[in-house]
């Protein structure tokens, strides 16, 4: 076994390697950017070396700063993580020929894997069943277009060398296609470097089920049984689990079996995950399953494997790439369920449009029974805009599907950050969505219930809650006639007191039908709604500071503050201008001065994280001024066009 591992990454993969190193006597070296320098990966690891300033091309992504950090700790091997080098060829292949180790298969591995059209040129060879498409070299938009119009649309255009659901476009209609095409391509090369592409088929009503393969040195494969990553947005896994739901013994066999078969193929070593696009239409079929890609790493979502089958993957891992073998395939089972949902800084009510900045409250359900946190970051610290905004993966095992998706519920509402914005409470209502608890689940599902799905306003029980709170605070936000008194309240039963309190740029009132007291009930209505806040009601749900309180619940943080004098004034003046939600890169301007545009319609397009975000007009107007160009770079908050009515305009 080594002695000394390298752990190529960052955050909670990261974290989650040096874990069980740590468990194994091995002893871990991190690697950092300077924007990384106080991350908790660096802290804990037994040696750290820096390899450079924040942007990923200047740090994490430097084979050879990564590779003389090796050397100059001693390190043995490298593991690679997710992203970033984890399946890099070129790197691999530096690394074997440094003589260290690298914790993954073979270069020539990746590459079979690396690019999806070989990859299912090689897998039709093999014999495992591959989705219709269009595969071949020729990338001239028109022959793609042509391709597309053969398959017949819906048509999914995939960046030969994507992944993680980047340079992935869904086009319903020829017509859509070459624009498509083209931001496909370029969000591609900006991702990969290659914006090559393939053409498949879009299967209706699709799902995504994963089978987890492990091969040794000895070319023995064998696989741990599937995940189902159904629920995704725009390509991207919100939740996964294992086993998948509706999994019948003869699809098992028959899905395990492929992957297998695909992994063997290209003399596979180390951890792997089959991809499979399935037919959901009906019941799981033995026929009814195309490969997809193979991710030739650890999976984001490897802790659902391991909560059903007991075993420690990164373990099994490193045993593996220091010359052990694989278990014996009978000897592994599948016992309960496991959920995977992930936590992500991201604004659902905004688009998703990531939310960077200080995590001055991280409340994370660690030690809940049945609940495991893998997580990158901790209270203090930051959301940083140069990588993944993720902050913890929230896993939950139980007997049975809805015990698992039970705790889950009950870890997001134990879970408190702010004030980086979180997709906490959509994570809960996918959870109790009635189609994902009885198992009724597609990659459609989030894109259709969309509406449903993100939470829209504060629950009535928290702006209660928010009130209560205040009263304390409030002033004249209060109505003082007949109880507010210099030194308390005085009771009058004829009347209510009722408080204002402002929350997302609206103005709430909550009457209280008696002073709330230590220890007693009050019902409070809000509207046309009514809540009975009971003695004690809130404790450890409700945090104040000298402008207002934050209240978190099911996975939201909510924030209600004094009503302020200008607030109208303010909220008019937002209505007009359109501002950026995060740091980033304008790629394209579509309006000019004097435009009249249409609610919804798109101004601009800005790229952020690897990743294009349309913004849109807030609504109906004339563009009044415009403060950007494409190519420029712009912060968060920055004025970006400002929106007049028509009359203003005219005028």
Same mark, same amino acid.
């Given at each position: ?84 080098? *984890? ?45 219709p498409g269009y595969h071949g070299d020729n990338q001239d938009p028109d022959h793609l277009k042509n391709a597309a119009d053969a398959i017949g649309y819906p048509v999914?255009?995939?960046? =030969? ?115 499979? #696009? ?46 052990? *073998? ?6 592994? *089972? ?26 001055? #409250? ?78 009724? $689940? ?9 509406? *449903? ?124 201008? =359109? ?11 579509? $309006? ?12 601009? =397009? ?19 001024? =415009? ?25």
């Amino acid at each position: 076994m080594f002695k000394t591992l390298l752990v190529a990454n960052r955050g909670e993969i990261a974290r989650r390697v040096m874990r069980t190193a740590t468990r194994m006597g091995i002893k871990t070296v991190a690697v950092y950017s300077e924007a990384d320098a106080e991350a908790p990966h660096v802290k804990e690891a037994d040696a750290a070396v820096l390899l450079g300033p924040a942007p990923s091309s200047e740090s994490y992504l430097r084979a050879d700063k990564i590779l003389a950090a090796a050397k100059q700790t001693g390190a043995e091997a490298i593991h690679p993580g997710y992203g970033f080098l *984890s399946e890099n060829a070129e790197f691999a292949r530096a690394c074997a020929d440094a003589g260290i180790k690298f914790v993954g298969p073979s270069a020539a591995s990746i590459e079979a894997m690396g690019l999806k059209d070989r990859a299912k040129k090689l897998m039709e060879d093999a014999g495992v069943p591959v989705t219709p498409g269009y595969h071949g070299d020729n990338q001239d938009p028109d022959h793609l277009k042509n391709a597309a119009d053969a398959i017949g649309y819906p048509v999914l255009i995939k960046a =030969v060398a994507g992944g993680g659901g980047k340079g992935m476009r869904k086009v319903e209609a020829a017509g859509d296609f070459l624009d498509a095409l083209d931001s496909c391509k370029r969000e591609a090369k900006s991702s990969f470097g290659n914006d090559e592409v393939l053409i498949e088929k879009f299967i209706e009503n699709p799902r995504h089920i994963e089978v987890q393969v492990f091969g040794d040195s000895r070319g023995r494969v064998i696989h741990l049984f599937e995940r189902d990553c159904s629920l995704q947005r725009r390509h991207q896994k919100v939740i996964e689990e294992a086993p998948a739901p509706g999994m019948t013994p003869n699809v098992r066999a028959a899905m395990c079996s492929a992957a297998v078969q695909a992994a063997k193929a290209v003399n596979y070593e180390g951890a792997g995950t089959v991809e499979f #696009i399935v037919d959901g239409s009906g019941a799981l079929r033995e026929d009814g399953f195309f490969f997809m890609e193979m991710n030739t790493r650890l999976q984001v979502e490897h802790p659902v494997t391991e909560m059903v089958t007991g075993l420690d993957l990164v373990e099994l891992q490193l045993r593996v790439a220091s010359g052990g *073998s694989v278990p014996e395939q009978d000897r592994i *089972s599948l016992c309960g369920h496991a959920i995977e949902a992930r936590l992500y800084a991201e604004d659902p009510a905004n688009g998703f449009l990531p939310s960077i900045g200080a995590l001055d #409250i991280l409340d994370l359900p660690y030690g809940l029974e049945g609940i495991r946190v893998d997580s990158g970051v901790k209270q203090g610290g930051e959301v940083s805009l140069h990588y993944d905004p993720m902050i913890a993966k929230i896993i939950t095992c139980g007997a049975t599907r809805d015990e698992a998706i039970g705790r889950a519920l009950a870890a997001l509402a134990s879970t408190r950050v702010y004030p980086v914005k979180t997709n906490g409470g959509f994570l809960a209502q996918c959870l109790r969505d009635d189609d994902f608890s009885s198992g009724n $689940v597609s990659t459609g599902l989030i894109a259709e219930k969309s509406d *449903s799905l993100i939470p829209s306003g504060a629950p009535v029980r928290d702006i209660a809650l928010a009130a209560q709170a205040l009263l304390g605070q409030a002033g004249g936000a209060v109505s003082r006639d007949p109880w507010a008194v210099a030194d308390g309240y005085r009771s009058n039963t004829a009347h209510r007191i009722e408080v204002r309190l402002d929350h997302d740029g609206s103005t709430l009132t909550a009457s209280f039908d008696r002073p709330p007291a230590k220890g007693q009930a009050v019902t409070v209505a809000v509207g046309d709604d009514r809540v009975t806040l009971e003695g004690g009601t809130g404790a450890g749900r409700v945090v104040a500071d000298p402008d207002g309180v934050i209240v978190f619940s099911d996975g939201r943080a909510n924030r209600f503050d004094l009503p302020r004098p200008d607030a109208a004034a303010d909220a008019a003046e937002a209505g007009g201008l =359109v501002k950026a939600p995060m740091p980033g890169k304008v790629l394209s301007l579509n $309006v000019a001065e004097g435009d009249t545009v249409s609610k919804g319609q798109k101004l601009l =397009v800005l790229e952020a994280m690897k990743m294009e975000h349309a913004l849109a007009a807030p609504r109906d107007g004339v563009i009044a001024s =415009v403060s950007i160009a494409a190519g420029d770079q712009v912060g968060e908050g920055d004025a970006l066009i400002t929106l007049a009515d028509e009359e203003e305009a005219a005028a």
